[in-house]
């Protein structure tokens, strides 16, 4: 807020400003905390699946809608599968995307397949539309040698060069200034794609998030901010985390155009998606999407939501206003999908992601080499050494070495 | 200052004892012949050799760097040199670079049009746009992360900062990200960054600008680090480091910048992982790096009158350490003295020492003398900060007293 000068607008820095005649407590100026004037939400579809008039947007056809509705249930279903194999022991960890599985697979519809995605952790959604196979998910939470990061992450932290995918690394918010690395790389290429970058709302507290949002709006970087606020990190509610109007207004902090849409809205979010990227391509600038969701499953296998928050608004959630759902009785409203494509669906997926856990706990772990190997380039004399090291320890102790994990 | 330096030095920063005859190599993508120098003289055109191992140290050298005067001494042919500063031996290794791969780029502080606060990428904006030199923001953590996105994106960045200190708010980025991703993707991706910028103590700079990051950063898995001495092997690093495949840091040092040396006309690339043998000797082994190479000459030459022969390695690899050649040095001398800026708690000094008792213990006459600064913060005063870094007289006396 400026107080008035007698000076000319033209000495003002950053450009002309209107003057202004006194500091004012009362002056809504001053007001910025969350108050009535909330950024409104973007939303073509209500609670039943119908849409609401007045609202615009672009029609999905049949081909897309049903392939974005059958992504999101195999989601649901495989998250619910890996979660209970977790709960069994079979599998070390899981995250599941349960209740927000509308922005991974319609943000993925929208996209390019030739735009870069840098996850979060809750973005599997992607991976499935792009074509990762049921057994490729399971491979890498099992950690065996199919898997394509070579047994080397945790369960949920895939990676798919191929599929332009960064791996997900867990410290949170670093995917962010990289994303700004990787819109000034396809920057000077001149690519027609960009650079989507997801986060959380907790994520948005994060140095790296202000830093990485002011870089690509000084660069002109086309990168895709995608925040998805779903009310909680791992045990902190959103009004400790922030005390601003969500996390949209923190797009104009920084110059960057933002829009905020109901995330558990399917049809809303592919098309806020679809006009972000064209505006972020074209005119080589960030966007900001915020999409409103929520958390309904626990952080991860590591957490019992149920201590901090009510059941009654997990299943609130959970039933009324559940995206897939929601989008199911859109998708049945055109008569593009009935109930007996439903049963085949869940029971045919049901068969698929059991059978690949199946499957996958029987593939043998990657051998001893891929510890020391992709370090580096090219394996250096002191790991060369460690390794040696390392196997003449369990030649003389082979019973204390875990016996699924071959030597060659 | 530098001058004084330099002056109290004189013959042994002009070059290295590392020689090379003058063959071509023609390599179909390169216009100029270009030349991987290994310390036992021979030659390749691979890069990012990590198991490069010469038969036997260069005899030849030995000679040359016993004369006082600067002479060039490792061409067979005159006026194929050209003399420079270090921090421009830096900005031809980064512009050839440059001009080579159209991936390579610049990305930090004031590195356009101002040209970098020491002037290492000077008029590389005006040359290459600034979009390939690229001004960032004041946000450490986040250009890093910015390279890391760019290089897993297929581009080859440099990214500078201003002063190593302030990297250590690029920390998160470089232990988490940089080291990491390319052993957690599976090799999928892969990062060829090279982070670079001056560090150590300068002249009263103060406590936060006189960090020697090199001992933070020494045990994060899948990086690099070399650091830099001379204009000959600070381009040569440059250059190398941005060919490699790995994330390397490159260690500057704020005092060596304006230290002149006639380096060759002819292009060529240093080995990331060497050691260079800047004095043979037989008495005892002396490993040191970056500046403290120049304060362990300086005391080279007291010994030397003194009648002892010291061995000088500047070790130049911080990770891996090249352990071929200390170890070389250590079966003939014996006796090793370390001369490090880093504190005495947790530096090069302190790995090194560990790594030779582990691997040469048998070849010890001696325990490991290891001269480092104390542990504290640099004071800002000018006599009190100088005590805080090995001088000369420290290193005679400790030779004498480890050789006894």
């Known amino acids: 807020m400026y107080i008035h000068k007698r000076r000319s607008n033209k000495e003002i820095i950053g450009g002309s400003i209107t003057k202004r005649r006194k500091i004012d407590g009362r002056n809504q100026n001053e007001h910025c905390e969350a108050t009535e004037n909330r950024v409104a939400c973007y939303r073509v579809l209500d609670d039943h699946g119908y849409p609401i008039a007045g609202t615009t947007f672009d029609q999905v056809d049949e081909e897309t809608a049903v392939r974005m509705y059958k992504s999101m249930a195999s989601l649901e279903i495989m998250d619910s599968i890996f979660y209970e194999a977790q709960r069994q022991g079979r599998v070390s960890f899981y995250l599941t995307s349960t209740g927000e599985e509308g922005i991974s697979v319609a943000t993925a519809a929208a996209l390019s397949p030739h735009d870069i995605i840098l996850p979060q952790y809750r973005e599997a959604g992607i991976l499935l539309w792009r074509g990762f196979t049921i057994q490729d998910f399971a491979n890498q939470c099992f950690g065996n040698e199919d898997d394509h990061g070579k047994g080397r992450q945790m369960p949920v932290h895939y990676g798919s060069n191929h599929l332009n995918f960064f791996t997900v690394s867990s410290p949170i918010a670093t995917q962010l200034p990289q994303a700004a690395g990787v819109a000034y790389s396809l920057k000077m290429d001149g690519k027609d794609a960009c650079a989507v970058a997801f986060t959380g709302d907790g994520a948005t507290s994060e140095g790296d998030f202000h830093a990485a949002m002011n870089f690509a709006a000084v660069m002109e970087a086309p990168v895709l901010f995608i925040c998805r606020n779903n009310g909680w990190a791992i045990s902190t509610p959103i009004s400790q985390q922030f005390r601003s109007d969500g996390v949209v207004v923190k797009g104009q902090a920084y110059g960057i155009r933002s829009i905020r849409v109901d995330g558990n809205d399917a049809l809303a979010v592919y098309n806020a998606i679809r006009a972000a990227r064209e505006m972020v391509v074209r005119e080589q600038k960030p966007v900001l999407v915020e999409a409103l969701t929520y958390r309904v499953g626990h952080h991860s296998t590591s957490d019992d939501s149920t201590k901090y928050r009510s059941l009654k608004e997990i299943e609130e959630w959970r039933r009324s206003r559940n995206p897939v759902t929601r989008f199911r009785k859109w998708v049945e409203s055109k008569c593009w999908w009935s109930d007996e494509e439903e049963a085949q669906l869940r029971g045919t997926l049901r068969k698929q992601v059991l059978k690949a856990i199946q499957i996958a706990e029987k593939i043998k772990k990657p051998c001893l080499e891929d510890l020391f190997s992709d370090v580096y380039e090219q394996v250096p004399s002191n790991l060369r050494q460690q390794e040696k090291s390392l196997r003449q320890t369990i030649n003389k102790h082979p019973q204390d070495f875990p016996s699924d994990v071959p030597l060659h | ?404």
């Open chain 2, 1 to 404: 200052m530098a001058a004084t330096i330099l002056h109290g030095v004189g013959a042994t920063t002009a070059l290295s004892s590392i020689n090379y005859n003058n063959s071509r190599r023609s390599l179909p993508e390169r216009k100029r012949t270009s030349l991987v120098i290994q310390c036992d003289g021979s030659l390749s055109s691979g890069l990012n050799i990590s198991n490069n191992r010469g038969a036997k140290l260069s005899t030849n050298a030995v000679a040359q760097t016993k004369q006082e005067n600067v002479t060039a001494s490792t061409t067979s042919k005159p006026g194929l040199r050209h003399e420079l500063l270090l921090f421009e031996a830096l900005r031809e290794g980064l512009e050839e670079e440059m001009e080579r791969d159209p991936h390579v780029c610049v990305m930090g502080e004031d590195v356009g049009h101002y040209g970098g606060s020491y002037k290492v990428t000077k008029g590389l904006a005006d040359k290459y746009g600034d979009l390939r030199v690229l001004d960032t923001p004041i946000a450490e953590n986040s250009f890093t992360g910015m390279g890391i996105g760019a290089a897993m994106t297929g581009l080859r960045p440099i990214v500078e900062g201003m002063n190593m200190g302030f990297l250590l708010l690029a920390f998160n980025q470089i232990s988490n990200n940089c080291g990491m991703l390319h052993y957690t993707s599976g090799g999928q991706f892969k990062i060829p960054i090279v982070i670079r910028g001056p560090g150590g103590v300068g002249r009263q700079l103060g406590a936060e600008h006189s960090q020697r990051l090199e001992s933070y950063f020494q045990s994060i898995p899948g990086i690099q680090m070399v650091a830099c001495s001379t204009p000959y092997n600070a381009k040569g690093l440059m250059k190398a480091a941005i060919r490699s495949d790995n994330p390397v840091i490159l260690f500057e040092h704020v005092l060596l910048y304006n230290l002149k040396e006639r380096i060759p006309d002819e292009e060529y690339v240093l080995s990331l992982e060497e050691a260079e043998m800047v004095r043979p000797g037989k008495h005892v082994t002396v490993l040191t790096y970056s500046r403290m190479r120049y304060h362990v000459m300086q005391a080279a030459k007291t010994l030397v009158n003194k009648g002892y022969d010291p061995e000088v390695i500047d070790i130049r690899s911080l990770k891996p350490f090249d352990l071929h050649t200390i170890g070389n040095s250590v079966k003939k001398t014996h006796h090793v003295l370390i001369v490090e800026e880093c504190m005495r708690t947790g530096g090069i000094g302190a790995s090194l020492t560990a790594s030779i008792n582990e691997h040469f213990h048998d070849y010890l006459d001696a325990p490991i003398v290891c001269l480092s600064s104390q542990d504290v913060p640099t004071p800002y005063a000018g006599a009190l900060e100088e005590w805080t870094v090995v001088q000369p007289a420290q290193i005679v006396a400790a030779v004498e007293q480890l050789c006894q």
